[in-house]
């Protein structure tokens, strides 16, 4: 007997439950607080059960409805270009600071969609490093180099 239901939505329902699940249990063993008082488990818990929810309801909706036809193939350079800004940014925002690590990132990121150009991953880039500076060093009051050491002459 064939399963009637959409793989990608079970597959994807599953993954949301394992990951949801598994951050909600590690968190258990930290000290959970209240919601006006929240201690350092309360966060894990609540997004891991939140994240649990979700991929139930998604896994429920694959249920509705089969695939349409073959799956769709990996998207092998989204997934690159995305994995490989979040380790660039994590390895170079101390020595080339904040704005030139933002401003990469996010062209690499706005470059992983076939659908955006040189020249609107340049514009998603801009505004995006403009919309952080905003929220992260004048909003939140950041103490993050501007310009990091590696830059400076």
Excluded: H
């Amino acid at each position: 007997m064939a399963l009637n239901a959409s793989r990608n939505d079970l597959a994807a329902g599953g993954m949301f439950v394992a990951f949801g699940g598994f951050f909600a249990l590690q968190a258990l063993g930290y000290e959970f607080g209240t919601p006006f008082r929240m201690g350092p488990g309360f966060m894990p818990v609540v997004l891991g059960g939140i994240l649990v929810a979700l991929g139930i309801a998604v896994a429920a909706k694959g249920f509705g409805k089969p695939d349409d036809g073959e799956a769709a193939p990996w998207p092998w350079r989204g997934i690159a270009l995305v994995l490989g800004t979040i380790i660039f940014f994590g390895a170079t925002i101390r020595g080339l600071g904040f704005v030139p690590v933002v401003l990469l990132a996010a062209f690499a990121t706005a470059l992983s969609s076939r659908k955006n150009n040189v020249v609107q991953a340049l514009i998603i880039s801009v505004g995006l490093t403009f919309l952080c500076y905003l929220i992260f060093v004048v909003g939140l009051g950041m103490l993050v180099p501007l310009v990091g050491p590696w830059l400076q002459f």
